[in-house]
Each structure stands twice: as structure tokens, then as C-alpha cells.
């Protein structure tokens, strides 16, 4: 695999390769149902989206980590919601996989503390949990998650929400900052 423009990721999808055999049970699995093409999804001109995966389990992150990597995602991890609270402030992911329970604050807490925080408001979602429990998803769901997805999951599922919420968003970035610059030209002429 070769994601030498996904710095941060790099080294940790090199050692995934070199130990996905490392991995049992659902976590395995995912990995060895990932497809692993080492072709990024997003120009090598373009800086990567950034990921924030946040779970208190080591291995979901590194697998996670590693399907992102592996599509050419840029990838930050957090253990629990006040870890993932502190990466956010220092700066913003381009979207956020969150894991609704954890140690020191939950996914549900951190989502509702992002929603209501005009700095991080806009910034996509994805909560992940154990249970498929219709309660946690409309709880999930009203606070302002954009996708609610229950482990064990297929990788081509989560890269399909996880690229479909990065487009939309990138694309909106790409709305705003092409009408600011329109604004400008034609506050000039």
C-alpha cells in the first residue's frame, strides 16, 4: 500500500499491512474485507480530507485508521470524547466517527456539545455503537448525527457514508468560498 501524502496516517496503514493478521473476530474481518487499492480517492495535489476517529477501543481506531488511510483519508484518533473535544479545538477534522459509549464522555455528549458550538456545528457526524438499539439512534439522530452506523460494520459501507458526507461537505466549502470570491470580484469591478 502507498498513501505517502496521508502523513499522519502513513506509518500506522504501513504497520496495519504488515499486521492485519494481528486482528480477530469482526475487526479481521473488516479488514480482510477491505479493499485496499493503495490508489487514493482524492488528487495527490489535494490536501486529504481529515478524519477524527474517536473509540475507546485501540483496535476499531487502527482498523478504522487504516480503511481511511487506505482511500486516502488524512486520519486523527482520540480514546474518548474529551480527548476527541481537545483534538477538535486545536483543529477542526473535515468529519467526525464517534463511538456512543466511552470513558469521560460519550459520544452522545460530545456530538451535542459540537452541534451547539457554531465553530463546530457544521461538521459531519458518523456515530458508531455496539447496540442497534432504535432509542440510542433517535437520540443520535436528534442531536444532530448525520449517519448512525452499529458494529461490527462492512468497510464499504462505512467508506460509502464516510464519502458521501465528505463530498457533501467539501462540495459546500466549495459553494461558500467560490460565492466569497465572486462577492470580492464583483465588489472590485
Known sequence: ????????????????????????????DLLGRCNV????????SAVPPTVLVV????????????????HGFAVRE?????????????KAPDLILIDWSMPV???LAVTVRLKGDDRTRKIPV???SA???PGKRNAALEAGVQEFLTKPFKSRVL???????????LGRKAYVGAAASFESMSQTA
Open 131 to 133: 447496540e442497534d438499539d
Open 78 to 90: 482520540a480514546e474518548n470524547g474529551a480527548a476527541a473535544l481537545a483534538s477538535i479545538a486545536s
Open 126 to 128: 458518523i456515530m458508531l
Open 159 to 169: 467508506m460509502a457514508r464516510v464519502s458521501q458526507l465528505i463530498g457533501r461537505d
Open 37 to 44: 487499492s493503495g490508489v487514493p480517492e482524492f488528487p495527490a
Open 1 to 28: 500500500m502507498k498513501c505517502d501524502h496521508v502523513t499522519q496516517s502513513a506509518a500506522r496503514a504501513n504497520r496495519c499491512e504488515r499486521s492485519t493478521s494481528a486482528f480477530s473476530g469482526a475487526w479481521g
Open 105 to 107: 464522555l460519550d459520544g
Open 55 to 70: 473509540d475507546d477501543d485501540s483496535a476499531l481506531r487502527l482498523a478504522v485508521g487504516y480503511i481511511l488511510a487506505s
